[in-house]
């Protein structure tokens, strides 16, 4: 029996993503203090305003 040449698709590079630091961030105040807390507004407001940023991932 004979195979016919595979073909392989080139790995995809790993990518990161963008907010994860801010979402972890916010993760861990919430789970410090009440999710309604203003003390965590800014956290909060950091993770909207990365995630409103456009994401252009590398080709």
Do not use: H, I, Y
Not at 6 to 23: D, G, H, I, N
Not at 41 to 59: E, I, N, S, W, Y
């Amino acid at each position: 029996m004979k195979l016919k040449a595979l073909k392989v698709r080139p790995r995809k590079p790993f990518q990161t993503s963008p907010c994860l630091a801010e979402m972890g961030l916010l993760l861990e105040c919430w789970s410090k203090v009440n999710v309604d807390d203003p003390r965590c507004a800014m956290t909060a407001r950091a993770l909207a305003d990365c995630m409103a940023k456009p994401v252009r991932f590398a080709q």
